[in-house]
């Protein structure tokens, strides 16, 4: 069954939030530390202080309730999704999914370019958001993908596209591989490509140059990931009891993944943070870390790829055409890891492009 869902978090835990905030214990700081000890002190003040006397999380509650959401249950799991359709009624349906420390907000901005063309479901992974914590093993890029072609089942749809980046890249792939059928086509806007000794292809200077980056990334695995990898519920506990700890959770990883000429306000930022405090899925969320790298399947489906030159890596393209089969690929000189927030406009029109050639080629 699928009900409609209505965004109305009680005032009670509003209120608490701002408690929190006042009674926030500091640490020291070096001084002039800069980044070299992690986020900078002053800017976090910054952000805990006009999260707790600027902004106003009913006026984005509000904007966010302009949208048609709903939930439905799948495999015991509770599933939120956003549900647009295009004037167009017979438009291809897509299902947008995103990663972490991410949400469905992060498609906000090309829900009306990308309707224009197609009817889009925007779902809120289990652990995340507003599908709320999960409670059992097993909520794998996998299982995941399954909930999702059976969530676009119970709406009707018998061929749709999946596009998504971070752990939505994964599960839209997964997707791909579960519900071949069904999946016209895969469009990613992150593709790690890991370096391949074994590999017979020939690799320009420039994607040397990304293989390192990779290569100095897999020598050094970035502090979150181990955390939220090994131990999910131990740093659960810290970003469930601290409104700044969690803030700063995710904060960090806006600051560092995006282009620095990137624009995502203060007010975006934390409606996304708010997002996982009101909805209490920091160590839910953090378990797909743990979850994720369990197994995987050969996705079979034509895959687009648009590469952001300042994501966390950039996809070689000789690698990725090994393990899937690329039918576009785009390079943005600009825009990070939250593509679609950062650049909605480009990110649109590629998504456009590639799901109307995968219509084209239906129509041949």
């Not at 999260?51 to 949208?67: C, V």
């Not at 016209?184 to 790690?192: C, E, I």
């Not at 909805?279 to 839910?284: I, K, R, V």
Request: hydrophobic share 40%.
């Amino acid at each position: 069954m699928i009900e409609p869902f209505r965004i109305d978090v009680p005032q009670a835990d509003l209120d608490d939030l701002t408690d929190r905030l006042v009674r926030t214990r500091w640490p020291n700081e070096i001084t002039d530390a800069g980044w070299d000890y992690g986020f900078p002190l002053a800017r976090l003040k910054e952000l805990a202080g006009y999260w707790r006397t600027g902004y106003d999380w009913r006026h984005h509650e509000a904007k966010l309730n302009e949208l048609a959401h709903f939930t439905t249950e799948i495999d015991g799991q509770n599933i939120h999704f956003v549900h647009v359709r295009s004037s167009k009624p017979n438009a291809l349906a897509l299902i947008l999914t995103h990663g972490w420390p991410g949400s469905f907000l992060e498609f906000l901005d090309v829900i009306e370019p990308l309707s224009r063309d197609f009817h889009l479901v925007i779902p809120s992974i289990p652990g995340y958001g507003f599908s709320g914590p999960t409670r059992e093993r097993g909520w794998d890029v996998v299982h995941v993908a399954r909930a999702w072609a059976e969530l676009m089942r119970r709406l009707g749809y018998q061929r749709y596209g999946a596009q998504g980046g971070d752990f939505g890249a994964g599960i839209s792939l997964a997707l791909g591989a579960v519900a071949p059928e069904r999946v016209v086509g895969v469009h990613v806007n992150y593709l790690p490509t890991r370096p391949a000794p074994e590999a017979d292809v020939e690799l320009s200077a420039a994607d040397e140059a990304r293989l390192d980056k990779v290569r100095r990334l897999l020598e050094n695995r970035p502090p979150y990931q181990a955390l939220q990898a090994l131990t999910p519920q131990t740093i659960g506990y810290a970003l469930t009891d601290s409104p700044v700890g969690q803030l700063v959770w995710i904060a960090e990883r806006f600051a560092q993944w995006t282009d620095p000429a990137s624009r995502i306000s203060d007010d975006r930022l934390l409606t996304n943070v708010s997002l996982y405090w009101l909805t209490n899925t920091a160590a839910s969320s953090a378990r797909l870390h743990h979850e994720a790298a369990r197994r995987s399947e050969p996705c079979p489906v034509p895959v687009g790829v648009a590469v952001f030159a300042h994501d966390i890596t950039q996809s070689v393209r000789p690698l990725a055409e090994r393990l899937y089969d690329v039918r576009h690929w785009s390079e943005f000189e600009r825009g990070g890891h939250f593509a679609a927030m950062e650049a909605p406009e480009p990110l649109a029109e590629d998504v456009r492009a590639f799901f109307l050639d995968r219509i084209a080629d239906r129509s041949r």
